[in-house]
C-alpha cells in the first residue's frame, strides 16, 4: 500500500534527503508542503506529516494546532524535527497531541528508521475499524489463539443485526453507520463493565462483532443486558410512523414493497472449554452455526451452544 507522507518546509533539502533514502522503497512517497498551502494539502489526508521546523517562516505551534484542527487529520500521525535543544519547547509541541519529536541533528539513518517504525505501527493500526475504532479481524484471531495456546477457558459471543439491509435501504448507508455505532458501544459498554478484565470486544466488519469473555461470566445475563439495551435504544433510528407500525416498507426489484421487522440484533455465544477447540476456525464454524439458530427466531435473541448440544 502506497505511503503518503507529506513535508511541512519551505525548503527542499529535507524530502530530497528522504527520496533518496527511500528510494528502493517504492511504496513511499515524498511530497514537500509549503505552509502557506497547508489547508489545501491536508484535503488529501497524508499517511505521515513531517514538520521540518527549522526551515518554515510559520510558528510550528500553529501548524500543530491546524493540522490537530482538521477533522479528517485529527488520528493523521505528525512528527517535528525540532531545533530546540530544551525539554520545555519540546513539550510545548507535544502538548498540541503530536505523537514524535526529533532533533534537526539526527543522523539520516536514525530519521530513515523513525518513519519506517511509524508507518509499520499504522499499518497495524489500519487492522482497526475505522468507523467503531474497535479491533478488526487480525487483532480478533489473534486474541482467538493467544487463549487456545494458554489453554484458557472462555465464551465467545458473535453478534450482527437482523434486517440491516432493509433500514440501509430505506433510511440510506449514513443513518446504518449510526446504527453500527450505537451497537459498537452497546456491546462495549456491557462487556468492558465486567469486574472481569480479560475481556475482548472486536469488529469483524458490517455490523458482525464479537465479544470474548471469561468462562465464569453470565452470559445469560450479558445477552439479556445487551438486547434490551439495544431494543430500547434502535427506536430512536425510527421515525414514528415505523415504529409504531412495527416494520418498515421497501420496494423490491420488481416496485413490490416488501415488509421488514425493525433491526434486531442476534446472539450465538460459543463455551469454548479447554480440550475442546484445536484451532480458531472451528470455533468460528460453531459460531456461525449457533448464530444462525438464533437468528431463526423473530427479534432480538441468543443462543448458547455447549459442546455437542444446542441450546
Do not use: W
Request: aromatic residues 8%; contains cysteine; charged residues 30%.
Amino acid at each position: 500500500m502506497l505511503e503518503e507522507i507529506y513535508i511541512i518546509d519551505c525548503e527542499s533539502d529535507l524530502v530530497m534527503l528522504l527520496r533518496e533514502k527511500f528510494k528502493e522503497e517504492k511504496r513511499y512517497r515524498f511530497r514537500n508542503i509549503n505552509p502557506s498551502r497547508l489547508d489545501i494539502a491536508l484535503k488529501n489526508i497524508p499517511d505521515l506529516i513531517i514538520i521540518n521546523e527549522g526551515s518554515i517562516n510559520t510558528d510550528v505551534i500553529e501548524i500543530c494546532k491546524t493540522i490537530r484542527g482538521n477533522e479528517d487529520n485529527s488520528i493523521t500521525p505528525v512528527l517535528v524535527v525540532t531545533n530546540k535543544k530544551d525539554e520545555k519547547g519540546i513539550l510545548e509541541i507535544m502538548k498540541n497531541n503530536i505523537e514524535y519529536v526529533i532533533s534537526a541533528k539526527s543522523s539520516n539513518e536514525y530519521i530513515y528508521y523513525i518513519i519506517k517504525n511509524i508507518t509499520r505501527l499504522m499499518s497495524v493500526n489500519r487492522t482497526v475499524s475505522p468507523l467503531t475504532a474497535l479491533p478488526g479481524n487480525l487483532q480478533i484471531q489473534t486474541e482467538l489463539k493467544k487463549r487456545l495456546l494458554n489453554k484458557e477457558q472462555f465464551q465467545v459471543l458473535y453478534l450482527d443485526l437482523d434486517n440491516f439491509k432493509a433500514y440501509n435501504d430505506v433510511y440510506g448507508f449514513l443513518k446504518g453507520d449510526e446504527i453500527i455505532k450505537l451497537t459498537a458501544r452497546i456491546i462495549t459498554k456491557n462487556i468492558h463493565t465486567l469486574d472481569d478484565s480479560n475481556v475482548f470486544v472486536g469488529h469483524i466488519g458490517g455490523d458482525d462483532f464479537v465479544a470474548i469473555i471469561d468462562n465464569t461470566t453470565n452470559y445469560d445475563e450479558i445477552c439479556q443486558n445487551i438486547i434490551a439495551e439495544f431494543d430500547k435504544e434502535i427506536l430512536r433510528y425510527y421515525n414514528e410512523e415505523d415504529v409504531r407500525r412495527g416494520y418498515i416498507e421497501v420496494l423490491n426489484r420488481k416496485g413490490v414493497a416488501e415488509e421488514f421487522p425493525l433491526t434486531s440484533i442476534s446472539i450465538g455465544v460459543v463455551v469454548a472449554d479447554e480440550k475442546r477447540f484445536s484451532n480458531i476456525l472451528e470455533i468460528g464454524e460453531v459460531g456461525a452455526q449457533v448464530k444462525h439458530l438464533a437468528k431463526s427466531t423473530m427479534g432480538s435473541s441468543y443462543a448458547i451452544d455447549r459442546r455437542e448440544e444446542i441450546y
